[in-house]
């Protein structure tokens, strides 16, 4: 099964970007479903962002849309999510996620459909 492992967190200003990594320990990235969420503090995990197996294909939050990108380079084996113009209420802990099973796009929002977790990443914006 494939191992997730997220880097890039750490501490920024508000209006700063991060570009957050989740390295995949198997060559067959492109055959999963990946997404990103986040959870803040007594906060349920949110949806950030998702792209299909396969085809590639993204959604992503609507409210995040525009500041948040995600991204999969399947030679590195790696998703991204870049962050743009950060904000105190994006402070949380990130996470990818993935499932072999190919999601229609009602489907990518929900935490229950992905089987495979990172040990997540602390993004804390601050000033």
């Known amino acids: 099964q494939v191992q997730l492992v997220e880097t890039g967190g750490g501490w920024v200003q508000p209006g700063d970007s991060l570009r957050l990594s989740c390295a995949a320990s198997?060559?067959?990235?492109?055959?999963?479903?990946m997404a990103w969420f986040r959870q803040a503090p007594g906060k349920d995990r949110e949806f950030l962002a998702a792209?299909?197996?396969?085809?590639?294909?993204?959604t992503h939050r609507d409210s995040m849309k525009g500041r948040f990108t995600i991204s999969r380079d399947n030679a590195k084996n790696t998703l991204f999510l870049q962050m743009n113009n950060l904000k105190p209420e994006d402070t949380a802990v990130y996470y990818c996620?993935?499932?072999?099973?190919?999601?229609?796009?009602?489907?990518?929002?929900?935490?229950?459909?992905?089987?495979?977790w990172g040990q997540g990443t602390q993004v804390t914006v601050s000033s």
């Open positions: 996620a993935a499932t072999e099973r190919g999601l229609i796009t009602s489907s990518l929002g929900s935490v229950g459909n992905y089987d495979i």
């Open positions: 198997q060559r067959t990235l492109r055959s999963y479903t």
């Open positions: 792209i299909k197996r396969n085809s590639g294909s993204t």
